[in-house]
């Protein structure tokens, strides 16, 4: 059974949310349009290339909408991961923007620290989350009024209070068009429009990270279960996600 005949079940307000979705989107292009005809767009979508974000990246070619989208490629991935990026660099009409990072600090960390280093502690993962997702985002998001995440409530306990639109970071306002979809919804729009999708979703993975760092769960298990399992749940976080208003950073998507 793959992934769209396991999960592609649609909640009761799919189209109000759909609707919703789509509303804040064109809103989100409006209000972030490049200041100048050809110039660079305010707003840009950060996907993870998961599920959610493969829906995002969809709407945002199909509506079409002038919103940038691009990819923190960890030199870490899947190689389903990558191999879904190639064809989402290809079917897009909208340019996928691929940031890596500095293979200088990749290299002088790995040799410091060596290959396994994320397993050791979770000082050193969170070290190495810094150089392959925390700087390049910081170069991707440079000049950015605003951008889009796949965020949903559903997720975990600490996204549960995910807002459609988060301004608590003052550098930047946050998008999470899919905040209140359940998992099913996703599934049922990936069914109805046939997009495109990580291979990996058919082999138990929900939620898909760095190779390293995510393997399938069990049914029944938590939704990120399979993300830094070797750590305690409170511990789960990188930071490319960061609730400005308390101390608790929240789990990249």
């Given at each position: 059974?793959n992934?769209?005949?396991?999960?592609?079940?649609?909640?009761?307000?799919?189209?109000?949310?759909?609707a919703?979705?789509?509303?804040l989107?064109?809103q989100?292009?409006?209000?972030y349009a490049?200041?100048?005809?050809?110039?660079?767009?305010?707003?840009?979508?950060?996907?993870?290339?998961?599920?959610?974000?493969?829906?995002?990246?969809?709407?945002?070619?199909?509506?079409p909408?002038?919103?940038?989208?691009?990819?923190?490629?960890t030199?870490?991935?899947?190689?389903?991961?990558l191999?879904?990026?190639s064809?989402?660099?290809?079917?897009?009409?909208?340019?996928i923007?691929?940031f890596?990072?500095r293979?200088?600090?990749?290299?002088?960390?790995?040799?410091?620290?060596?290959?396994?280093?994320?397993?050791?502690?979770?000082?050193?993962r969170?070290?190495?989350?810094?150089?392959?997702?925390?700087?390049?985002?910081?170069?991707?998001?440079?000049?950015?009024?605003?951008?889009?995440?796949?965020?949903r409530?559903?997720?975990s306990?600490a996204?549960?209070?995910?807002?459609?639109?988060?301004?608590?970071?003052a550098?930047?306002v946050k998008?999470?068009?899919?905040?209140?979809?359940?998992?099913?919804?996703v599934?049922?729009?990936?069914?109805?429009?046939?997009v495109?999708?990580n291979?990996?979703?058919?082999?138990?993975?929900p939620?898909?990270?760095?190779?390293?760092?995510?393997?399938?769960?069990?049914?029944?298990?938590?939704?990120?279960?399979?993300?830094?399992?070797?750590?305690?749940?409170?511990?789960?976080?990188?930071?490319?996600?960061?609730?400005?208003?308390?101390?608790?950073?929240?789990?990249?998507?």
């Open positions: 059974m992934a769209i005949q396991l999960n592609a079940h649609a909640s009761a307000g799919f189209d109000a949310k759909l919703q979705t789509s509303a989107l064109h989100a292009a409006r209000d490049p200041v100048a005809a050809g110039s660079a767009t305010r707003v840009s979508q950060a996907s993870s290339l998961g599920a959610e974000d493969m829906v995002i990246s969809h709407l945002i070619n199909s509506l909408l002038d919103i940038g989208i691009f990819v923190l490629e030199g870490a991935l899947h190689p389903e991961t191999e879904l990026l064809r989402l660099k290809a079917s897009s009409h909208v340019p923007e691929v890596t990072p293979n200088e600090a990749v290299v002088q960390f790995v040799a410091r620290e060596g290959k396994d280093a994320m397993y050791q502690s979770i000082a050193l969170k070290a190495c989350c810094q150089i392959r997702k925390m700087e390049p985002l910081a170069r991707a998001l440079t000049g950015k009024q605003a951008w889009i995440t796949g965020l409530r559903e997720q306990g996204r549960a209070d995910v807002p459609l639109i988060d301004t608590t970071d550098a930047r998008l999470n068009p899919l905040a209140n979809w359940t998992w099913g919804d599934w049922h729009f990936i069914s109805l429009h046939q495109d999708y291979p990996l979703h058919d082999q138990s993975y939620s898909i990270g760095c190779a390293p760092c995510t393997r399938a769960i069990s049914l029944g298990d938590d939704f990120r279960a399979g993300r830094w399992w070797w750590e305690d749940e409170a511990a789960k976080e990188c930071g490319l996600h960061v609730n400005r208003s308390n101390s608790l950073e929240k789990e990249p998507a």
